[in-house]
């Protein structure tokens, strides 16, 4: 699995993906987000590998403004569709590479990436694209799988990681010269 792979994949099924995600994590990943960022009502906040929207349009309220960036067209034009329907007018949605993202150096106050990180062929190149445009002091936070077996997600989900264990969390964090990290648990029981 490649990053085009990643990407066909969700050009097919960016529709529908809605539906899929939903028996991987709901609307509590957006508090979790929320409340380990601090985000507040100043805040600037790029949502990586934004998808749908799910975590801009979560976020939108809180903050000052979201920019959700993704390579998916297809993704982009759900995500669209959804803000305007919820009136949102503070998402600006951009197409983009996890590791080139289309922004200024420390230009947000928080980088944020739901279910994203497995997705990259680089974890660490993703981390430290995300802290680039992250101001000095800024949040960095990442949702992701933990560490499991299941091989045919590879190919149903387009998963290039099957998930991180600590160590590997630890690794990626430090090899993005990212200052402190912590793992917990989030996901739905």
Do not use: C
């Not at 944020?112 to 949040?139: C, F, I, Q, T, Y």
């Amino acid at each position: 699995m490649d990053s085009a792979e990643v990407k066909a994949f969700f050009e097919r099924v960016s529709v529908d993906w809605d539906h899929m995600r939903s028996s991987f994590y709901n609307a509590d990943i957006i508090e979790a987000l929320a409340e380990r960022t601090g985000v507040g009502p100043q805040s600037r906040v790029v949502d990586v590998g934004t998808g749908t929207g799910f975590v801009a349009a979560g976020l939108a309220d809180r903050v000052a403004s979201v920019v959700g960036v993704d390579n998916s067209p297809a993704m982009l034009t759900v995500a669209g569709e959804t803000l305007r329907a919820l009136g949102l007018d503070n998402v600006t949605l951009t197409e983009g590479e996890l590791d080139a993202l289309p922004l200024a150096d420390d230009s947000m106050d928080v980088a944020v990436a739901n279910m994203v990180l497995h997705h990259a062929p680089d974890p660490a190149a993703m981390l430290a694209e995300m802290a680039r445009v992250v101001r000095p002091g800024g949040k960095v936070a990442v949702t992701d799988e933990v560490a499991h077996s299941y091989e045919w997600m590879r190919t149903e989900q387009a998963d290039i990681w099957l998930g991180f264990n600590p160590a590997q969390v630890e690794e990626h964090f430090t090899q993005a010269r990212l200052i402190e990290f912590g793992y917990d648990s989030l996901g739905m029981q």
